[in-house]
């Protein structure tokens, strides 16, 4: 890790129109990073260990690098330009003739489902971090609204 990397969790996803918001926390700082909903669900599956009845992209993607011998060390959100973030996956192979590292540049999407998914580490570029907007106040509405939203649906189900 570079130590000017920053580790970060997933703290949320949001749903939007036309896709979702993937919230990324720090210390006291929380970026958004937009993703399709196919992905925004694989991130949910991954996040909550939910089992599929048949592969999907993602666990295609770890059958192959486990049929290779490879693992993910780590993933970096490593840019951010006009609004569009970037993302590096970083693979090891040991063997018995060493250690190959191989950075691959993939979605920030893909990468945190592929993340989550293999157990990994997060990080954002400090750079990237500085730059990102923080967005720490729409994840603190978004999970407001879904409190509201679950004591609603449990004060009618107590209505039944």
């Known amino acids: 890790m570079n130590k000017e990397d920053i580790p970060v969790t997933v703290k949320g996803l949001v749903p939007t129109p036309t896709g979702c918001g993937v919230f990324l926390s720090a210390e006291e700082k929380t970026i958004t990073i937009f ?7 694989a991130i949910t599956m991954f996040m909550h ?3 599929k009845p048949r592969p999907l992209t993602h666990d295609l993607i770890a059958n192959m690098l486990a049929g290779l011998e490879v693992r993910v060390e780590k993933v970096v959100v490593n840019d951010l330009k006009e609004d569009t973030f970037f993302a ?5 192979q040991e063997s018995e003739l060493g250690r190959h590292v ?14 989550l998914q293999q157990g990994c580490p997060v990080y954002v570029a400090r750079h990237v971090w500085d730059a990102a907007e923080d967005m720490t106040w729409a994840l603190e509405q978004a999970q407001k609204e879904a409190e509201e939203k679950q004591d609603e649906e449990e004060d009618e189900d107590e209505d039944k």
Do not use: M, T, W
């Not at 993703?35 to 669900?41: L, M, P």
């Not at 590096?88 to 090891?92: D, K, N, T």
């Not at 191989?102 to 993340?115: C, G, H, K, L, W």
């Open 35 to 41: 993703v399709d909903h196919s992905v925004a669900a």
């Open 49 to 51: 260990g939910i089992k």
């Open 102 to 115: 191989v950075e691959i540049d993939a979605r920030p999407s893909d990468s945190i489902a592929i993340a």
């Open 88 to 92: 590096r996956l970083y693979l090891v």
